[in-house]
């Protein structure tokens, strides 16, 4: 195959990890391969994959994230769940499903809120779709009252009404880069070689993925890069045609933006810093925005209700962060108050979680959820 190349972002290393000559001996075989395929193995590699290793959460891992940072967030969709099973006539079997859980933090937290409504919890059967065995243990642990079952994927599920949270899912799953050049569309893909190691490279010809990009995009300008995720569509689309059929809600909240736009959002973060994107696959975290525009569109082609997307900072507002912030505060000592404060201010912040996660929820036609009822948050 001939190919364009562009500038290599990886240096030489005189020893390939087991996962990197995994890969570099696949794209010496047969070509180079795409984005999505590279993050795939990165990080769901069965034996060396980011994904298939250790607890890569918390301060001496490589990220946090919002349940880690306090128990306000899963106390806030404990309740945003009991709500909504409300508002679906309170059906007497739910399929609880956390797609992504980590250590099990924000369903623990979740169903704690959950002993206040005992009818809730004799509902639920409690589902968790996790491919990491260090993990599937934590989970274990913080959830052994609830008798979990796992699963690899959410293909699995059993049918029926099904109550869905993922939180920093769907940024970990594979996504595909377009750049426009010379008028087509042309798919980047990434290749090795010994002396420049894993690098960029642009396809010579257009390929059906091009026919994908957004039509109410502007014109593209030479050099412009489109990001597409046919494994969220696939996952947002699984999600609500399972709503419409059995009922349900879903709620999904992760990095990403709220209208389709050019501009690349691959990262790469190891130990809390960014690193980069073809530096030792599966030693680092691999993510990418989350086009929650094309989720929302999914979910109406399915014909389900779908709220926002909105910042989670409007969210939780709407929820009452502030007023759970202050219950939790009432007779600690100062400093664990300001511990709270604190929490509440990074996971809304408008200069951090607050504004950079977005929130969208997918419920049956004519339901509308809480968070996404007020005038800002919108939904259709
Ligand atoms: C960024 S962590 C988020 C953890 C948790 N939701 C939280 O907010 O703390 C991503 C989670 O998704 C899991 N995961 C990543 N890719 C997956 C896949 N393809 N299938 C199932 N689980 C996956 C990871 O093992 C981890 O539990």
């Known amino acids: 195959m001939h190919l364009r190349d562009q500038p290599a972002n990886a240096s030489r290393r005189p020893a390939l990890s087991p996962l990197s000559e995994r890969i570099a001996r696949r794209i010496s075989r047969g070509g180079p391969i795409t984005v999505g395929d590279y993050m795939a193995a990165a990080l769901g590699d069965a034996d060396h994959g980011y994904y298939r290793r250790a607890d890569p959460l918390g301060a001496k891992g490589d990220f946090t994230t919002a349940p880690e940072t306090s128990q306000l967030f899963g106390d806030l969709i404990g309740a945003w769940?009991?709500?909504?099973?409300?508002?679906?006539?309170?059906?007497?079997?739910?399929?609880?499903?956390?797609?992504?859980?980590?250590?099990?933090?924000?369903?623990?937290?979740?169903?704690?809120?959950?002993?206040?409504v005992p009818e809730w919890l004799s509902a639920i059967k409690l589902h968790l779709v996790e491919i990491n065995p260090a993990l599937r243990c934590l989970q274990a642990s913080a959830l052994q009252d609830h008798a979990p079952v796992w699963h690899d994927t959410l293909y699995g599920l059993p049918d029926g009404p099904t109550m869905l949270v993922a939180n920093e899912f769907l940024d970990a799953l594979p996504i595909r880069q377009l750049v426009y050049w010379d008028g087509n569309w042309l798919e980047r893909l990434v290749d090795w070689n010994e002396a420049a190691g894993f690098h960029f490279v642009l396809a010579p010809r257009p390929n059906a993925l091009s026919l994908l990009v957004p039509e109410d995009l502007p014109h593209p300008a030479q050099g412009s890069l489109c990001e597409l995720s046919p494994a969220v569509i696939a996952v947002g689309t699984e999600i609500a045609h399972r709503i419409a059929t059995f009922g349900g809600a879903a709620l999904l909240i992760d990095y990403g933006h709220t209208q389709s736009a050019f501009g690349e959002s691959l990262q790469a973060v190891r130990a809390h810093r960014m690193v980069a994107a073809l530096e030792n696959p599966g030693e680092a975290d691999l993510s990418a925005h989350v086009d929650f525009a094309a989720l929302v569109r999914v979910a109406r082609e399915a014909g389900t209700h779908a709220s926002g997307p909105t910042t989670q900072r409007a969210f939780l507002k709407a929820l009452g962060i502030d007023i759970r912030a202050d219950r939790l505060k009432r007779g600690r000592s100062a400093e664990a108050a300001a511990a709270i404060d604190r929490a509440a201010d990074r996971l809304t912040g408008a200069d951090a979680m607050g504004a950079l996660f977005k929130v969208a929820a997918i419920t049956p036609a004519g339901i509308v959820p809480a968070g996404f009822d007020g005038p800002a948050n919108g939904g259709s």
Do not use: F, H, Q
Request: aromatic share 2%; glycine share 14%.
């Open 81 to 116: 769940l009991i709500d909504c099973w409300d508002k679906l006539g309170r059906p007497a079997s739910v399929n609880l499903v956390e797609l992504g859980p980590g250590r099990g933090t924000l369903m623990a937290d979740a169903l704690r809120v959950g002993r206040r």
